[in-house]
């Protein structure tokens, strides 16, 4: 890419594109050189729009209940991992109230619109058109796969899954149903070169809209750096120097 944005493995950028030609050209232009989950460095083209909504300016961020129940059970093993001990229902609970709380503060419309617990997915599962969908490594990642394109196809366009689990949903596999794989540090740290200021401001307002339980910055940064999260040690530090 050109204004001096110097391409890295696993990284990407947006820019203002300032070209449009109508209404329905994207807002920015970009690219993302992929790492060892696709072909070894596959340049993958992004396009983005912004989005007005009641609230201003905003990504819509999305997860099915199915996705929310195995992001429980991921969060509670995490945390019994960490205490040596074996998955408990304290730990079930904990982790139960930490994405109540996203819910609550951050994203209180997660299901996406038409979306039907069990039903949905069952029907999508049986449809010919997912088929493909069924050949990713991991048989338990299918469903967050078929979400995706559901997502994808409701809305006629393309849409990002973030996951940590590159390597078990390749970007071949899912190319083809309008989807584009990233890991969450990489949507951040895009999010924050597009609009640093406002990506700031709005990360430390979350930070500090969190009341029961109160959440720190220092606790805040430690996720966004923390590997289990959004494994992005540089955008931390560069927050925790904005924000000091």
Not at 31 to 38: N, P
Not at 113 to 136: F, N, S
Not at 179 to 188: E, N, Q, R
Not at 227 to 237: H, I, K, R, T, V
Request: glycine share 4%; net charge neutral; proline share 6%.
């Amino acid at each position: 890419m050109s204004n001096g944005h110097i391409a890295q493995m696993g990284k990407g950028v947006l820019f203002m594109n300032e070209k449009r030609t109508n209404e329905k050209s994207p807002d920015w232009k970009g690219t993302i050189l992929l790492s060892e989950d696709y072909k070894a460095g596959q340049v993958v083209k992004l396009a983005g729009w912004t989005k007005n909504t009641p609230k201003g300016q905003l990504i819509s961020l999305h997860w099915t209940p199915e996705i929310e129940a195995e992001y429980i059970k991921h969060r509670a093993r995490l945390r019994s991992s960490q205490n040596k001990h074996e998955t408990r229902l304290e730990d079930l609970l904990w982790a139960a109230e930490r994405i109540n709380i996203n819910k609550k503060y951050l994203v209180p419309n997660a299901t996406p619109a038409g979306w039907v617990a069990e039903d949905t997915l069952a029907g999508l599962i049986l449809d010919p058109k997912y088929a493909a969908l069924k050949r990713i490594p991991d048989p338990d990642d299918v469903h967050v796969a078929m979400a995706a394109a559901f997502m994808a196809n409701s809305l006629n366009q393309t849409v990002i899954l973030a996951t940590h689990d590159l390597s078990d949903l390749p970007q071949s596999i899912l190319e083809p149903f309008n989807i584009v794989v990233l890991h969450p540090g990489i949507i951040l740290e895009l999010l924050y070169l597009t609009y640093p200021k406002k990506v700031s401001a709005s990360l430390l307002k979350t930070c500090c809209d969190f009341k029961n339980p109160t959440i720190t910055s220092d606790m805040f940064l430690n996720s966004i750096s923390g590997q289990n999260q959004f494994d992005n040690p540089s955008l931390a530090e560069s927050l925790k120097i904005e924000w000091a």
